[in-house]
T-cell receptor, first 116, second 109 residues
Framework: AAGVIQSPRHLIKEKRETATLKCYPIPRHDTVYWYQQGPGQDPQFLISFYEKMQSDKGSIPDRFSAQQFSDYHSELNMSSLELGDSALYFC???????????????FGSGTQLSVL | QKEVEQNSGPLSVPEGAIASLNCTYS??????FFWYRQYSGKSPELIMSIYSNGDKEDGRFTAQLNKASQYVSLLIRDSQPSDSATYLCAVRGFQKLVFGTGTRLLVSP
């Protein structure tokens, strides 16, 4: 079965550079979530989209932005990168109205971002 | 106080034993509860979901939910070394999923 696809798997950037992470949800899933997980930390919710509209916002820095496109894929744009942005970034997708609490989230393999 | 609390462990059990993982949450309107397993450097993998009070069994896994006590647990029977991982409790109200810090489980042969 198709899963959530994230690209790239690994990304190395320098401070103050920009980065774009991509996420392709499971086919027919209409909701995408972005999470950030630092070493030894739990995944922290950044932002989510339902039907191409932002549905919820968490601890996403102002330097980051995201959007969901007409084919439901999503991109997380990160600017003015800082050392502390080094983390594993996960995308997850779910099916449903996006407001059904029992809809399961399925995660991609993540993008490991290293900021030097 | 974190919205979802777990003991970080590690929880060490011998092979074949029952591992018991616990989680408490603070938001009373939470409606859905999930257990994810995460191996180091890998993505969280959904292993159990539970929505109503009581027990839910799936193979060697049993999830237990007590909404009055705001408590959810995961039992792993006949633990195997391959079960060694971090287990994340996740709670959902209407939209975002909030994770606990995870409990590291070590199953020794």
């Amino acid at each position: 079965a198709a899963g959530v696809i994230q690209s790239p798997r690994h990304l190395i950037k320098e401070k103050r550079e920009t980065a774009t992470l991509k996420c392709y949800p499971i086919p027919r899933h209409d909701t995408v979530y972005w999470y950030q997980q630092g070493p030894g930390q739990d995944p922290q919710f950044l932002i989510s989209f339902y039907e191409k509209m932002q549905s919820d916002k968490g601890s996403i820095p102002d330097r980051f932005s995201a959007q969901q496109f007409s084919d439901y894929h999503s991109e997380l744009n990160m600017s003015s990168l800082e050392l502390g942005d080094s983390a594993l970034y996960f995308c997850a997708s779910s099916l449903g109205l996006g407001h059904a609490p029992n809809e399961k989230l399925f995660f991609g393999s993540g993008t490991q971002l290293s900021v030097l | 106080q974190k919205e979802v609390e777990q003991n970080s462990g590690p929880l060490s059990v011998p092979e074949g034993a029952i591992a018991s993982l616990n989680c408490t949450y603070s938001d009373r309107v939470s409606q859905s509860f999930f257990w994810y397993r995460q191996y180091s450097g890998k993505s969280p993998e959904l292993i159990m979901s539970i929505y109503s009070n009581g027990d839910k069994e799936d193979g060697r896994f049993t999830a237990q939910l007590n909404k009055a006590s705001q408590y959810v647990s995961l039992l792993i029977r006949d633990s195997q070394p391959s079960d060694s991982a971090t287990y994340l409790c996740a709670v959902r109200g209407f939209q975002k999923l909030v994770f606990g810090t995870g409990t590291r489980l070590l199953v020794s042969p």
